[in-house]
């Protein structure tokens, strides 16, 4: 009775979020290894607000303005009514030229990993989850964004690969996979094995915020923040979580908060027994309940079973020592040969991203947030699940790119860079312009769902950019965690377009991103400017692609042929990557791995010093961008003189003369030595 009661005030809790006492939900914006997993951290969804990054890597909010959630100097909602429209609603400030890599909303709070590494948060900040120090809110007053919000500092020389945001606490992946937590920790979900928040006062933040202590030898690759608990995977995938435990989220067949005591440390917890040789790829976290996508694409949901939000055809909690334990608990049937992709959690509800590009919901489904036009529950009685679950309508040929579910609407990243939302709408959430619901009663849904409408011009951003490559875990008190599955494996014998080969707004680079690397020989002086670094790892994430794991019979990796890859020209003066640039990057890194040596040349026509600065420098960019993609590698960017008078060898594989190399950079890998595994 007391864990029902708990439910019920949990569920009031979502209604009342302009007093701040809101819910909270998990998407992930960190690292990201596969075209899904980097869409995934564009779009966050809180309690009554959602959040984007557009294709110029700007950020917008809509829906509940209260305590500065939407980072619009103010408090007035936007995207409820024409009068303040999300079109009309202009960019939040994160500072002179600064970018957004990843996006995670909580329940009142949102967080932005930016293009330099660094974290800022706004709004609602009671238990010191922006990590500033204090306890005042920030973006609901003018003069608060940009460059009066400062990063947040934790510790000397780290930058941040990935952040989760819950209910009402933030955490981060550091550069060096330590993990921090602050904000609220009534129920030990920061990690540290006591109940006291961080950050909401003087001398918590930088090097006096601890990390989580793992089992030893352990670290994490990617987190997911729920209402009040908190999840990793590890590097070896193997998944940990803390804080909360009431309806067994924690996936340790008890109700026992761990993190929260001495006598219950995060370092002595066993890792979730998902299964005999089952090690899990992506997660989520809701309000009271936890899903992982695994090594073999099925899903799996424990701790809160209300309403259906598990999949299993009932109600039942899993993994709290009464009902089913986690390891003996079914895999949610997807559909006859379909597996997951990508997976979101909210305050009741999950939603999953298929391989055919696809999207099913199940749990709650007032206010419409499953998208099947009723509000009826799904997955909560027999035979609602698999084939009988039908795929949600997002209009005629489209499908999806990326999915977040806050705590009573969902929305999705469609495969044209267009956005559509459905669920409750009262305070502008949907970005519909109205406070209209979507998706509880016919026709709503499908062709008549509206589309969000961004500024001119503006879609949202399903590339990678040079300034962007982390995906962002966002909760609310009402949590959705989501989390990308590697896109290599699938079943799928349709047609349908898959979301790792779904259309993106980029166009395409001279001679089609798809040709081979091509070799060409060229007369060239090397200049003796040149940098060599070792670029450590900021951008995989283990909840976005399959960790390596030992093979039962060692074996040697074979010997691999790696290319040499001739990217578009830059813009003349520039150093910038462009779009086109960094999609040929993104696929010619598939092919590298920690160890392989990468040189970038950049081409002159001249050796005056200012030119062959900006050669160097656009040389680095390359080699930054591929070194953060792929960690360990060995890079090393030099500048090169190409002679326009003499004859270009093998001119028949790239038809390009010595000219035609001018302002272009040709990046040149060489594999590291095999490795035993």
Known sequence: MFRRNMVLLMTLALFVGVLGVATARADISGGASTPTSTRMRFVTTGDAHTCVILDDYSVRCFGLGSEGRLGSGATANIGASTANSVASSAAIGLGLRRTARAIAAGSAHTCALLDDWSVKCWGYNADGQLGLGGTDSRGDTAGEMGDSLVAIDLGVGRTVQQIAVGGHHSCALLDNYDVKCWGRNSAGQLGYGDTASRGDEANEMGSNLPSVQFPTGRSARSLVAGANHTCALLDDSSVICWGANEFGQLGQNSITAIGDSPTAEVENTLPINLGVGRTALALAAG???????????????????????????????VGDGIGSTVVASAAVDLGTGRTARAIT?????????????????????????LGYENANNQGDSPGEMGDALQAVSLGTGRTALAISAGALHTCAVLDDATMKCWGRGASGQRGSDSTASAGRTAGTMGDSLAIVA???????????????????TTTTSTTTTTTVAPTTSTTSTTAAPTTTAAPTT??????????????????????????????????????????TTALPTPRFEPV????????PPFTSG????????????????????AGDRVTCT????????????????????????????????????????????????????????????????????????????
């Open 287 to 317: 309000d009271g309940h936890t899903c992982a996508i695994l090594d073999n694409s099925t899903v799996k949901c424990w701790g809160a079973g209300g309403n259906g939000r598990l999949g299993t055809n009932d109600t039942a909690d």
């Open 345 to 369: 959690a909210g305050a009741a509800h999950t939603c999953v991203l298929l391989d055919n590009a696809i999207v099913k919901c199940w749990g709650n489904g007032s206010e419409g947030r």
């Open 454 to 472: 961004f500024s001119t011009g503006r879609t949202v951003s399903v590339v990678e950019s040079t300034t962007t490559t982390t995906t962002t």
């Open 506 to 547: 980029t166009a395409a680079p001279a001679g089609g991103d798809s040709a081979p690397p091509v070799v060409v020989a060229v007369p060239v002086t090397t200049s003796t400017t040149s940098t060599t670094t070792t670029i450590q790892p900021t951008t995989t994430s283990s909840t976005t692609a399959p960790l």
């Open 560 to 567: 691999r042929s790696l290319g040499v890859l001739i990217l």
């Open 574 to 593: 520039s150093s910038e990557l462009s779009s086109s640039q960094t999609a040929r990057l993104t696929r010619y890194a598939t092919q590298l791995r």
């Open 602 to 677: 950049a081409y002159q026509s001249g050796s005056p010093n200012f030119v062959s600065q900006l050669s160097l420098r656009r040389a680095k960019s390359v080699c930054t961008f591929l070194g953060r993609r792929v960690p360990g590698l060995e890079v090393r960017a030099i500048t090169a003189v190409a002679d326009v008078s003499a004859q270009v060898q093998r001119q028949d594989l790239a038809g390009l003369s010595p000219s035609a190399l001018l302002r272009r950079v040709v990046v040149q890998a060489t594999p590291g030595l095999p490795k035993l595994r």
